[in-house]
């Protein structure tokens, strides 16, 4: 017999029918309310405990509905389904007692984020289990996480901000001596530049090593200039189970690890001869005739300048190849060292419903005039727009293909 009370009859079916299936997980000792609550309210039977709901019965009342239905299954089938349960159960508990040895060793063995991992896997078996047989299991592993994660500290030690690189270590504890945390792993989160020069969010994934720390080194060269870099515990997935099951459980561990976080402030260290660097970059039309424009020097010029490096726009003689070019832009400016050359063409256009769409292609380089070579290239750049004339839209590929060539020159720039 099941039976549910609700303000309307269409809840306190669902209730009822919730009644019926928490006694079934009472018999067969695992909790099957989620598994079939939809297979009986659709159909008022379950054919895995070959069960059907045989008789309800309607009670209105003052205010609300109470109902009731008189269901009848094969005890057979239950008792079968109740020694499969048990058998899962056994295996369950058998994992959470090899898991909790396992976390107990990595804590002896200072990988104190490992044995969280651990505890959090025994937090998730327990909460598949009936509550009267894992809720204290699950509670006892949840306390045992946040113990470990409450004592861990992030510490940043010598490094070089002007790259910026610096060495971190993970700590259990706030001692100088206090244990290094082993295989701890820890996210890096800064900013960077992307292909139009716009600042975007950039993390980097580090663990720990067998000294409990590792070294901190940027593999991202559209790193802005000036900026901080944030070091926080990384969790990964391990947290995603308590998500839906219990958000301010979740919220609150996520709100723990944010509380660990250390930030390192840094300079770059632009090369010698980047600051009032001459940039030359040629535009043409498709015929190949020499435009007087400047649309993707001024772009690149643009795009540099929010790191606060300032570049000076120039014309630049023509020549055939690039050691011509070498020879030439020296003689030109012989108290240069670090010059941006480049050439850039119209290579497409097409009229469109919407107007014109141009694409422009074209390479830039960075040259070290007084080593006589050239330190870094783009390689072939295409770019492209759509412009209600083709003229702004032959404007705005060109500043399109400065930007572009701005972020791929960037990492030569620095140390």
Known sequence: M???TAATEVRSRIMAYESILKQISNVVG????GVHIAELSSREAIEEYRLKVTQEFVKPG??????????????DVLEKARTDAEVQQLEKQRSMDALAQEAATAFRENRDMVAAFKYLEIAEIAASL?????QQQYLNAIERVQEILDTLRIMVLAGDPSIPNATITVRRGTRALSPRVVEATVTAHSSARDGMGEVYDDSQRFVTDSDGQFIYTSNNPTLVGQGTIGFTLDMGSHLDFLENRDRELYASLKSLLEGKKVEYPYLREPLLGIRNMPVAISEYTYQGELLGSAYAGTALVDTFAKDGIAMNLV??????DDEDTILVLGA???DTRLFIYGNVGVSHTKSTNNGFAVTVAGEALLVDLEANTIRGRTGNVVANAIAPTEATARSAAFGKYGSISASLLYRY???
Do not use: C, H, N, Q
Not at 30 to 33: A, I
Not at 62 to 74: H, K, N
Not at 315 to 320: F, G, H, Q, S, V
């Open 2 to 4: 099941g039976s549910g």
């Open 30 to 33: 695992e909790d099957v309310v």
């Open 62 to 75: 003052d205010g609300s509905v109470t109902v009731y239905f008189l269901a009848i299954a094969d005890r």
């Open 130 to 134: 009936p509550v009267d047989r894992g």
């Open 315 to 320: 014309k630049a003689p023509m020549t055939e």
């Open 332 to 334: 030109a400016y012989p």
């Open 413 to 415: 720039l620095y140390r």
